[in-house]
Each structure stands twice: as C-alpha cells, then as structure tokens.
RNA sequence: GCUCAAGUGGCGGAAUUGGUAGACGCGCUGGAUUCAAAAUCCAGUUCUUUCGAGAGUGUGGGUUCGAUUCCCACCUUGAGUACCA
C-alpha cells in the first residue's frame, strides 16, 4: 500500500468538518488556551505560498496544546472591509459585498485544504452587521467616555457633566483638547445646550474635531499617520498633503503612558519581542522635559491688536498684564542660558500677530511657499535651511535679555507646541540655523569646542555662563531650571509624546458606517438598542459631486429621533430627522476587539458575555505580521485598555504573547535575451555579453535551475520563435535571485499546486523547515522533496509492500533511546517556537528507526502523536490504521523518560589548545585522573605532542579533554 | 542621523548554559536497479593540500585551557523611525 496523501488529506479535512473535531466549548475541565491569527483581508488574488506560514505555526502550537491535555480556542475570520473591494466596485459596479463573498469562497477553500484545526463555527467578518454592530457599539462607548488623568483611567462622561454642573471644570484633570478655557458651575449651568456639547466634545474619548489631517487626493480620502509610509500613501503610494478638516479622532494620546507601561513593566501580560516594543516604543516617543513660557516683547502694534482680542472677549484683564506668550517644549530646560533665539513653525497661530510692518512681505512669502510643498518634498529636504525673522523679540525668562523670534520649517506645527527655544551650542538644527542666518552662538558648556558643530551629550556637560545653574551638571541642571521656572510661573516639568490622536473617519463606502446623526451640526449617538445600523445602497461608490463622501449618494441615509429608525433624505426637517454621518470607520475599527468577539461570537445581546471573556481572558498566543505593529497592535491594546477600563474585560493587555513570523521571499528565475535579437542564453554563456534580464515564471524552471523551454516558448507570442543556446549538456540555465513574491516577477507559487502534486503535510511541514519562523526565508519549491520523500519513507516504516507491516514486538533499546530522543526535543523545539528544527528531527528518528528495522507499535504509535500537529493527515490515517476509531487530535502527548537515554560511556573529543584532533571512547563513571591517563597514553596523543610536554591538560568528564602545549 | 536585528559550505539552515562547527534537507558527483526514464537505494560532497596534515563561522583586536557563542572597535545587509526640539 503507498502514499495516497491526497486522498487521505480529503478523507480527514472531511472527518474534522462532519465532527466538529475542532469546535471549543467555553467551560471545560482542562485548562483553557487561546491561540489567535491575525485574520485575512480576502483579496481576489488568493492565497500565495506566503500567507499560510503564520496559520501553520499557530496550527501547530494549537494541535501540541491539545494534545497537552488544554482546551484549545483557534478561530479564524475575515477582516473584510477594505479598499481593493471598493475599488473594484467603483470600476465595475458590483457590490463590495459580492466581491468579498466572492473571494471569501476562495480563501475558505485554500485554508481548508491546507488542515488547519480552526473552530470555524466562531467565524466573524468585520462586514458582517451582526459583527460591526458590536464595532459601532465601542465607538459610542468611547464616545461616552473621557479620560480622567487623577484615577488614570476612562470613566463615564455623565460623571464628568456633573462635576462641571456643581464645580465647574478647574478641578478637572482631564486628557483632552488643549486650551480649553475654565469655567465655574455657574458658566456651565448657563451655557446652552449646543455650547456644552461642543466643550464635552474636547473631553470625549472620541471627538469631531477640526484638525490637521493626511489627504490623499488620489484615494479622496483622509489616512492615519501609520498609513503613509515615505510620505506617500502605504496603499499605492499616492501624494499625501496636509489638511485642515473636520474628521472623527480616537484619543488615543490619552493612553500613551500605559501603552508604554504595558511595554516595559507589564511582561507577564505582554511577552511580545523586544523588537516589536521597540517599534511601539519608538512610535509612542516619550520625551521628559520641560514647558517654558516666553513672553514677546510688546510692540505698540501688537499692543492694538490685544486689546482688540481682549474686548472681543469681553475680558476684564488689562493688556500690560496679558502679553503674547509663547510656551515651547524643550528636553533641555538645562540649556536655558544658551536660547539666542527661537523658531515658530510656519502654521503657529501667533505668526500673523508677531510679524512686524517691516517683516510683513518676507514672512508672508515664506508661509506661503512651505504650505505648497507637499509631506514629501519637505522630507526629502531636510538639509536645505530656510526661515525668516519675524522682527519681533520674546524676553528671557531669567535674563530678560531680548530674544529674536524666527521662523522656519524645520519646526513642525504638529509636535510639541509648534515652537522651540533654541539653543545653537546645543541642538545641531539649532546650530545649523544659526550659522546660516549669522545669529550668535553663546556657549554654556564648560571646557567644549563648538566652533565646529554642536555638543549634545548630556552626561559630559558641565554648565557654565548661565547665572544660577553655573557648575552644575546635567541632572541637576534640569532639576534647577524647571525649580526656577516654576517659581517665576513660566514653566514647569513635562512630557511629550509623538503619539498622536489617531484619525478615525474615512471618506469610503466600505466600511463600518458611524451610529451618529447631526442636529443642529453637532454630533448625536443612535441609542444602543437600534444598533446595527446597515450600510445603505448606493448608485456609485464614489464621492458625490459636491465633494461629499460616497455615502452622500445614498437616498435612505437619515434618522428619525422620534421614531428610531433610517429615514429617507428628503424628509430631513431637522426637527425629527437628522442627516447621517457620511463618513465610515477605518479599517482598524474592525480589528480592534475582534479577538474578544470570537470567544461568545453569535451573543445578540451583548459584545460577549462575562462567563467567556472570565473563562478566555485573553489570546494565550497571537502570531502575525510586524507590519501591524504601529497600526493595528497598538489600537488594539488601546481599546482592550478602555474596554478594561469599563470593567468589560479582565486583563488590560489582549495579547499575552505575540510571534511576528517572518515574510516568505520568492527566488525569481532570470533568462537573458542578447541585446536587439531574439536569442537566450544559458546562464554560463552571458559573461562580457550584452544581455537582457527577462524575468521566466518559476513553474518553467527544475530543482536544477533548468528551463523547460517549450513552455517558456508557449507562454508569450514573441518567445514563440526565439533561439536557444544552451550549455554542453544540452540544458539551458536560468539564474536565480531572491526577491519579494509578487505577480510582476512571476515569482509565485501557489498553495493549491502544492497539495496537489505533495500534499498538505509536505506543504506544512516544508513551510516549517525552511527556517526559523520569525526570519525573512525564500521560497524554492525544489527544496520540498526532502520532506515529501520523509514522508513517504514515514509511511513505509508503517506499511510494506503486503500491508500494515507494524507488531506487537517489545522495542529494542535503541529503539526505545530513538523515541524518546525525539519527544524531548520536539517538545523543547514546540515550546521554543523553533519548529524547524523538529523537521530535522523527525527525519532523524525515521532514517534511525528504518535503520533499526523497528516494527514496534509501542514506538510507531507515539511518534505519530510526535508528529501530528506538524502533518495532521497522514498521523490521522496511520493512527487509525493501528486500530483506533477516534481522531488523534485529543490523544496524550508522549512521556519522555529520561532513562531511555543513560549512556555508559562517551566518545571524548581529545583536543589539543582547543582544536579537536580525535575521538576516544572511555566509560562515564571513570575518574578525572584516569582519563588523563587514557589520553596521555594513547598513540595518537604521543603522535601530536611529538616529544612535547603539555603544560596543563584540561578535563570535564562527560564534555571534553583539551591539552596545552 | 537615531533605534533594533542579522552576517556560518553552491543554497535553506543546525550547533538551547563557552566544550567534536557545518546536524537535517536541497543541489552536485559517483554507483546499484532499469531496455530507458521516473521513482527508490548506497557512497561522497567547507576550503587548501606535498595526502602527513593545515586553515576555517563578515573584518580587526580582547577575555579563556577552549569562542559561531562573551567583551571592544569597524564593515556589510535588512527592518523601524526620521528636522520630535
């Protein structure tokens, strides 16, 4: 009997799927486990060799988990809201619905046929109404819900509304919008309905704000700052320009000290690489410093134009009090003495204020021409220094030594507070700047040459020229300068962080659609119980021609208050029925809290239950791609952190593990056409030759790197006639190149010619063998005979040529030392995610067992086990060909017993100032000294020294004996 | 620029606490089987070599009886981030 994989593959996916093989229960006696892949966009293309390696190892892991005696959760979904559906749609018409229904089919069926153990009775789809109901639900949760920084936590914006109704807002310690005005319990009491909405709105965790945003003319669309990428879009690299426009933000800055406290102090929670929390760490960018006030030197000018402010404001405080002021971030309040000027950013709002009459010209200019450059180009020159003096002058907080304020685009609007002191011996920008516009460089650090460029290092500085913090060094320096500061009133100790709120409203059809209605311009949740709301048909996926987003084309696309329910637009009276929110979500809403949805997935009364997020906690193990680690890893602890907060779930981290696997390259296959001919040349005919590199799909080419040149002929019209020179032997070679798997290189291997021609186990088990899982590895379907003649050679060990070949036999010692080698290091290997090196070790206990002609079932019948969540089908068939009528997913993982592998004696390395020369075979239990002794006595140890008396000789007994001189 | 990771045969990679470098597999070479091929099986395969042996894990140094492994400097590649004050 052979190896007829692909019919046993289909006999067991088909046993797995009639008996639910795979399903988890939320209560069980054995201990639970969770393990989470990063769910797919199903695109149209399908699935390439690729994708399935990330599914394989949490396959793997899982199977191992249950054979460990846990009650194992692996589910799997779709995250299957998302532009290219869209796109689709908007160039032939078909619904984004069909398309992804469509291409959904496809994944299902690619991932079946791969024998993934998934529980797909869990499934969700983030496009699914009964699922984005639960996503819409968070939103108006978040909306619900402001975070207060005294608790450190989110808490309902009811509390916060009476706080404001008995105390007013100067108690309030809140993350929200800065400036906001302080108002007293009577301010609030009296203010309008519409005024305290827009005030809560600056409080809510999420808020409609107008701000800066990234637009993406070409996708008419609104991006995160994790979806540029170079300064162009991530998705097709279109232009991105900055925009003022009033969009949906998450306040996610909010949470950014306990994103980074979950990164450096939460480890039992958060065992993810430390090169993952590098990249969060990084892109969360926590600074300690300081604030410092600078107040502008009055001009009479600018003096009219604050009492003009102050009378539109109805202020009662006089202007000599209230001066313009400009606050500034700094790391180094240190260096206070060394501030010879300071830049404002281009976009800073006092600009206009400060220019003075004879400025006016050269500042408008400017402005004008760094709001035209795009994201991009300012990116791409950073060396080129350009800035204008604005005339006016700021007063040093000590000195009151006048300062002259410039600006200049190497001071982002966006960070900090668009403005910087700056200190030329200290920051190089600084310097850079100053040089080019002759401003003075005073130097404050004792001892240093800064005639030629800046001097940042802070433990080496010693203060000088700077009144009281002379002599000081760095820590104390701070620690002085933001003491004095705050006893002037201008300044104080601060933190800053490069997180930004992330924009949360998308100009797109495809999408989850907001629960929110607008009166009076102000923004309305639909109450929880009409949830969902669906997205509405439409007559053209795109923007409407007054520039509204898609969902401005629909006709049904209003609410009626009264009535709860989507009402037609051309009944909006503003009374009862309210326009809808255009906008739709991102597509990280969907995949914030999908892992939390799969533990109760069909509850139609709550997001999930408290018994299955008590019993699941969290994912024990979640395995994808770094690409997400700025995106949605870091949304996702965020909202998991709210949803704590709340008191939905019982752990503030979602993830306790997470494995980035790494991406699968192909291996191109390059033929070469000589210059202006229709010749190809074998590889080793091209040199001082002038060739052309022409790309050949990998499917014409052998393990010999060979090309069959009449299906290359056949692929393309114009190779139909052209010539072959080909080496001596008569074959024609290509060369080979690793390069990222794509189309355009003809570079793809697909899954489903895989299990045709080798079948899913060889698929698994090559995927794993290629290397280690976190490491970028090319493709290069020869390799993949080695494990399929494994598994054939597995199968003979099992079934001769008259059948099942396997006895009641007592195993031999050696068979016994075999067995039991391999379950300890498959074990160690499955616990160490090193799954490649459990390859190796499978062929190794095969090629040993085959030697042993070991027949026994008391051996064959554990490796099985060893072997099944690597190569799920063929240890199903030949479990059940020994007799048993159940699935081997459940049977106990084997026993290691250690007594299997005492060994009485060991071969010795013998070697000499540390180089291995020979091997001596001499008993364990022998003593130090009559080791020495063997050794100096051997032949080959005289043969070495060649008359030499060794000066010293090392021996570990059971390691090594090593001889100097 | 800053942060991180990695450099081992023709190729993918192994060596888990400092102790026989190159496991396992691909490819290659030779052989068996076959009319022939595929498949299968056996032997060999880091480099140099005067066939005794010698060298060797990106480069240079260091610690050690002994270093792919630890330390220092440098080079290369990849990833993240980027006028972040």
Same mark, same amino acid.
């Given at each position: 009997m052979n190896y007829h994989f692909n019919d046993i593959e289909a006999k067991w996916q088909k046993y797995w799927a009639e008996n639910k093989t795979f399903q988890a229960q939320n209560q069980s006696d054995k201990p639970k486990y969770y393990v989470l892949d990063m769910f797919p966009y199903p695109?149209? !293309?399908?699935?390439? $060799?690729?994708?399935? *390696?990330?599914y394989i190892a949490s396959d793997i892991y899982a199977r191992y988990k249950r054979h460990k005696g846990f009650n194992v959760l692996h589910p799997q979904g779709y995250d299957s809201f998302g532009l290219p559906a869209e796109q689709y749609a908007i160039q032939t018409g078909q619904h984004p619905a069909l398309t992804t229904e469509t291409n959904i089919k496809t994944y299902r069926r690619q991932l079946d046929q791969i024998g993934f153990s998934f529980d797909w009775s869990r499934e969700v789809r983030t496009s699914d109404p009964n699922y984005y109901k639960w996503t819409q639900w968070v939103f108006i949760q978040l909306f619900e819900s402001w975070y207060n920084k005294d608790t450190n936590k989110a808490e309902a914006i009811t509390k916060l509304i009476s706080v404001f109704a008995s105390e007013g807002n100067t108690n309030?310690?809140?993350?929200?919008?800065?400036?906001?005005?302080?108002?007293? %319990? @009577?301010?609030?009491?009296?203010?309008?309905? @519409? /005024? /305290?909405? %827009?005030? *809560?709105?600056? +409080?809510?965790?999420? +808020?409609? %704000?107008?701000?800066? $945003?990234?637009?993406?003319?070409?996708?008419g669309t609104v991006l995160a700052n994790d979806e540029i990428v170079n300064g162009v879009s991530e998705r097709g690299g279109h232009p991105v320009v900055r925009k003022k426009m009033t969009q949906w933000s998450m306040r996610i800055s909010a949470y950014a000290e306990r994103l980074l406290n979950g990164i450096d102090?939460?480890?039992?929670?958060?065992e993810w690489t430390e090169s993952l929390k590098d990249i969060q760490r990084n892109w969360i960018g926590k600074s300690v410093g300081a604030s410092v006030t600078f107040n502008v030197k009055m001009t009479s000018e600018m003096l009219k134009l604050v009492q003009h402010d102050e009378t539109e404001r109805h202020s009662e405080l006089n202007s000599e009090s209230n001066p313009y002021k400009i606050d500034v971030f700094t790391t180094r309040p240190d260096t206070i003495f060394g501030v010879s000027f300071m830049t404002l950013a281009p976009e800073h709002e006092l600009v206009t204020k400060l220019t003075t009459e004879t400025q006016k010209v050269e500042v408008e200019a400017y402005i004008k021409a760094t709001a035209k450059r795009s994201e991009r180009d300012r990116m791409a020159d950073v060396k080129t220094i350009s800035g204008v003096f604005t005339g006016a002058y700021a007063e040093h907080p000590f000195s009151k030594e006048p300062i002259p304020i410039w600006i200049g685009d190497y001071v982002l609007a966006g960070y900090g507070t668009g403005a910087v002191m700056s200190v030329p011996c200290g920051d190089q920008r600084d310097y850079?700047? !100053?040089?080019?516009?002759?401003? !003075?460089?005073?130097?404050?650090?004792?001892?240093v040459d800064i005639s030629e460029e800046a001097f940042a290092d802070k433990d080496k500085t010693v203060i000088v020229n700077s009144d009281f913090l002379n002599g000081l060094k760095y820590k104390k320096a701070v620690k002085t300068a933001i003491y004095e500061l705050e006893k002037l009133g201008q300044g104080e100790g601060k933190t800053n962080y490069r997180l930004r709120d992330a924009v949360f409203s998308r100009q797109r059809y495809w999408g989850e659609p907001f629960p929110v209605y607008y009166v009076n311009g102000l923004p309305q949740m639909i109450d929880a119980k009409h949830l969902p709301i669906t997205l509405p048909e439409v007559e053209k996926y795109l923007p409407t021609e007054t520039g509204e987003p898609p969902l401005g084309n629909a006709t049904v696309w209003a609410w009626d208050a009264l009535k709860g329910e989507l009402a037609k637009n051309k009944d909006i009276d503003n009374v009862n029925i309210h326009p809808l929110e255009l906008n739709t979500m991102p597509g990280w809403a969907g995949s914030s809290q999908y892992f939390n949805r799969y533990m109760d997935p069909h509850n139609e009364n709550e997001i999930f239950s408290k018994e299955a997020i008590d019993y699941w906690k969290q994912v024990d193990l979640y395995i994808g791609g770094s690409e997400h680690a700025t995106g949605h890893l870091l949304y996702a602890r965020f909202w998991q952190k709210f949803m704590f907060d709340m008191g939905l779930v019982p752990v503030d981290e979602f993830a306790k593990k997470l494995i980035n696997q790494g991406m699968i390259l192909g291996t191109s296959a390059f033929v070469y056409r000589m210059e202006g001919t229709n010749t190809f040349l074998s590889k080793s005919l091209i040199k001082n030759k002038d060739v052309q590199p022409i790309h050949a799909d990998v499917s014409f080419v052998n393990a010999s790197d060979e090309l069959d040149i009449e299906a290359f002929k056949n692929w393309r019209t114009d190779f139909k006639n052209a010539e072959f020179i080909t080496e001596e032997d008569g074959s024609?070679? $290509?060369?080979? @190149?690793?390069?990222?798997?794509?189309?355009?290189?003809?570079?793809?291997?697909?899954?489903?010619?895989?299990? %045709? /021609? +080798?079948?899913?186990?060889? *698929?698994?088990? +090559?995927?794993?063998?290629?290397?280690p899982l976190e490491q970028a590895k090319p493709w290069n379907t020869a390799g993949i005979t080695g494990v399929h003649g494994f598994l054939k050679k597995l199968w003979k060990l099992y079934f001769g040529e008259n059948g099942l070949t396997v006895t009641d036999a007592e195993p031999s010692k050696d068979n016994l030392k075999t067995l039991h080698k391999t379950i300890k290091k498959v074990e160690e290997d499955i616990e160490n995610f090193s799954f490649n090196t459990s390859v190796s070790t499978f062929m190794i206990a095969v090629n040993e067992l085959t030697a042993q002609k070991c027949t026994s079932k008391n051996i064959l019948e554990p490796l099985l086990i060893l072997l099944s969540p690597y190569a799920p089908h063929i240890a199903e068939e030949l479990y059940s060909q020994l007799g048993h009528d159940k699935s081997i997913s459940t049977a106990p993982f084997p026993e290691f017993d250690a007594s299997h592998l005492v060994e009485s004696s060991k071969n010795y390395p013998i070697s000499f100032n540390g180089k291995m020369r020979f091997t001596l075979e001499l008993p364990l239990d022998m003593s130090k000294e009559d080791i020495e002794a063997a050794v100096m006595a051997h032949d080959k140890t005289k043969e070495q020294l060649q008359g030499r008396q060794p000066k010293k000789v090392i021996v570990v007994p059971g390691k090594i004996v090593n001889i100097v001189g």
């Open positions: 695109s149209g !293309a399908g699935l390439h $060799v690729g994708h399935p *390696l990330g309030v310690n809140a993350a929200c919008d800065d400036a906001i005005e302080t108002f007293s %319990a @009577e301010d609030w009491n009296s203010y309008l309905t @519409e /005024q /305290q909405e %827009a005030i *809560l709105l600056k +409080y809510r965790l999420t +808020y409609l %704000a107008e701000t800066e $945003v990234n637009w993406c003319p070409a996708l102090y939460n480890t039992d929670n958060l850079d700047f !100053a040089k080019h516009f002759n401003i !003075a460089i005073p130097n404050i650090f004792d001892g024609f070679k $290509v060369s080979r @190149e690793v390069e990222k798997m794509s189309k355009s290189k003809y570079n793809v291997v697909s899954p489903d010619n895989i299990c %045709a /021609q +080798y079948g899913a186990d060889s *698929l698994r088990l +090559y995927e794993m063998f290629l290397g």
